[in-house]
Each structure stands twice: as structure tokens, then as C-alpha cells.
């Protein structure tokens, strides 16, 4: 006795469409994904510019001189002094990973804190204050995706 036998056609095709609709779905997700990246890093450039009151401290410039800096507190973001911070926040694409941050050294002691000083987060409250942004974003995409070939 065999098996019944049921063929059907047009299966490679709708595997072709589906392959496509797939890039296009992972497309949409990682150009979401980048605009969030940029949402992040603007939001934490913001509240290191958005002056926070503290200390007063005396600073030396490099070609010599004092001036006074304004220190934020403990929890607070950091106050901009030299700008370098500001500067150095990027958003670093590699395949489908997007990354924002900041090279300089003491940017993670910003951060995070370390045993002589308290953190000043700048970038994670960045993110946190953001997710349902960072989600709508990602979201948008995919939804445009299924709008315009969803019928594939």
C-alpha cells in the first residue's frame, strides 16, 4: 500500500517571497534599531548639558590657569566641562548590533562610579528613560514592512 501523495505547487516560490519578506523584516528592525541608537545618545548628550547644581570645584586648564567647574551630584548626570564627553558619545553599527557609548576612560567611571567617587549616570538613564521610544521605533519599521508587502 503507498501513502497518498499531495503536491503542491508554487511551493518554491512562496518560499522566495517569504526569504524576502524576512531581509526586509530584519532591515526594518535594524534601521529601528539605529534610530534608537541615536534617540539614546541625544538624550544622553541632553542631560549631560542640562546643568545639574553641586560643588563648586577649581580646575587647572592644560596651557595653565584656574577656572571653576560646577561638579554635579552624586546620581545626577555629569555637568559638561571640557566638552570631550559630549564629543566622544557615538552610535557604532556592526551587522545587526547597534552600540552607544563613549571611548574615553573615565566616561565608564562617570557612569558607574568608583571608590573615590559616586556615579553620575549619563547613558543608561538615557536608555531607560527611552524604551517605549526605543520599542515604537523598532515597531514602526516592522509595521511599514507588513503595510507595504505583507500580501507577499
Same mark, same amino acid.
Given at each position: 500500500m503507498t501513502a497518498p501523495r499531495i503536491d503542491v505547487e508554487g511551493m518554491e516560490e512562496a518560499q522566495k517571497k517569504m526569504a524576502a519578506l524576512a531581509k526586509r523584516y530584519s532591515?526594518?528592525? #535594524? @534601521?529601528g534599531a539605529i534610530a534608537a541608537g541615536h534617540l539614546v545618545r541625544s538624550e544622553a548628550i541632553k542631560s549631560i548639558h542640562d546643568q545639574s547644581s553641586?560643588?563648586?570645584?577649581?580646575?587647572?586648564?592644560?596651557?595653565?590657569g584656574e577656572?571653576?567647574?560646577?561638579?554635579?551630584k552624586p546620581g545626577d548626570a555629569p555637568n559638561t566641562d571640557t566638552g570631550r564627553l559630549v564629543q566622544s558619545v557615538q #552610535? @557604532?553599527?556592526t551587522g545587526k548590533t547597534v552600540d552607544v557609548g563613549s571611548t574615553l576612560h573615565y566616561a565608564a567611571h562617570l557612569e558607574f562610579g568608583t571608590r573615590k567617587m559616586y556615579a553620575r549616570p549619563w547613558l543608561f538613564p538615557a536608555f531607560d528613560g527611552?524604551?517605549?521610544?526605543?520599542?515604537?521605533?523598532?515597531?514602526?519599521?516592522?509595521?511599514?514592512?507588513?503595510?507595504?508587502?505583507g500580501d507577499l
Amino acid at each position: 500500500m503507498t501513502a497518498p501523495r499531495i503536491d503542491v505547487e508554487g511551493m518554491e516560490e512562496a518560499q522566495k517571497k517569504m526569504a524576502a519578506l524576512a531581509k526586509r523584516y530584519s532591515r526594518a528592525t #535594524v @534601521e529601528g534599531a539605529i534610530a534608537a541608537g541615536h534617540l539614546v545618545r541625544s538624550e544622553a548628550i541632553k542631560s549631560i548639558h542640562d546643568q545639574s547644581s553641586g560643588e563648586q570645584v577649581v580646575r587647572t586648564r592644560t596651557g595653565g590657569g584656574e577656572y571653576t567647574h560646577t561638579a554635579s551630584k552624586p546620581g545626577d548626570a555629569p555637568n559638561t566641562d571640557t566638552g570631550r564627553l559630549v564629543q566622544s558619545v557615538q #552610535v @557604532e553599527v556592526t551587522g545587526k548590533t547597534v552600540d552607544v557609548g563613549s571611548t574615553l576612560h573615565y566616561a565608564a567611571h562617570l557612569e558607574f562610579g568608583t571608590r573615590k567617587m559616586y556615579a553620575r549616570p549619563w547613558l543608561f538613564p538615557a536608555f531607560d528613560g527611552n524604551k517605549a521610544a526605543i520599542v515604537k521605533l523598532i515597531k514602526h519599521g516592522i509595521d511599514d514592512v507588513t503595510k507595504k508587502h505583507g500580501d507577499l
